[in-house]
C-alpha cells in the first residue's frame, strides 16, 4: 500500500486574487497538467467571494474557526465544523461572511465534470469506510492514527492528508483521543478512458 502524508502547514500558501484569503493546494490529479480532482485547504480572514470554477462541482468543509455563511441560490447555508460538506456548482462563486469574525479553514474538493466520481463525507467516530474508489483519502483536522486494514497505517497531525491512489475495497478507520474526531473522508474514481 502507498499511503502518502501531506501537512498542510509545508504547503506555501498562495493569495487568492481578491486577497481576502489563501490557499494550500494539498493534492492534484493528474500531478501535471491541468487538474481533473484537486484537494484545497483555504484559510479565510475576511469577508468575502469565492472564485468562480465554471464547469467545476465543489465540496466545501469548515475544518477550523468558529465558520462561515454561504450566500447561494438556494439562500443562506451556515456552517461550522460539526456541519456536513455543503456541494455545490464551482461556477456559482458565493458570498461568504465569517461567523464572529473569526478567521477560518476550510478544505475543498472540486472536480471537473467529466473527469470521474468524487464524495466527502464526515468521519463518523471509528466507524470502517469501505469504498471502491481507486484514489482514497482522510483530511485530519486533529492529530489521529489511520489505520488500513486493521493495521495502523499512518500516524496522522493535526491538519494532515493521507491518501492513496490504490485503495480500493480497502478497510479505512480512524483512532482519535475523541468520540467524534474532525476529520473527513474524501474518494475519487477517474472515468474510464477510451
Request: charged share 25%; aromatic share 8%; glycine share 8%.
Amino acid at each position: 500500500m502507498s499511503l502518502q502524508v501531506i501537512e498542510a502547514r509545508r504547503i506555501t500558501p498562495h493569495p487568492w486574487p481578491n486577497k481576502v484569503g489563501t490557499s494550500r493546494e494539498l493534492f492534484r490529479w493528474p500531478a501535471e497538467g491541468e487538474w481533473q480532482m484537486r484537494i484545497s485547504l483555504a484559510e479565510v480572514a475576511h469577508d468575502g467571494q469565492f472564485s468562480a470554477y465554471p464547469g467545476v462541482d465543489r465540496w466545501f468543509v469548515v475544518v477550523g474557526g468558529a465558520g462561515v455563511v454561504l450566500h447561494l441560490d438556494d439562500g443562506r447555508h451556515m456552517l461550522d465544523n460539526r456541519s456536513p460538506p455543503l456541494a455545490f456548482d464551482g461556477a456559482k462563486a458565493p458570498h461568504f461572511s465569517l461567523q464572529d469574525r473569526t478567521a477560518t479553514q476550510d478544505l475543498n474538493l472540486m472536480l471537473r465534470r467529466g473527469a470521474g466520481r468524487a464524495a466527502m463525507q464526515r468521519v463518523q467516530g471509528d466507524d470502517e469506510w469501505i469504498s471502491t474508489a481507486s484514489l482514497r483519502a482522510v483530511y485530519a483536522a486533529e492529530p489521529m492514527i489511520l489505520q488500513v486494514d486493521e493495521a495502523d497505517a499512518a500516524r496522522l497531525p493535526a491538519h494532515a492528508l493521507a491518501i492513496s491512489q490504490h485503495a480500493g475495497r480497502q478497510r479505512w478507520r480512524v483512532r482519535a483521543e475523541s468520540d467524534t474526531p474532525l476529520a473527513w473522508w474524501l474518494g475519487f474514481e477517474p472515468a474510464p478512458t477510451r
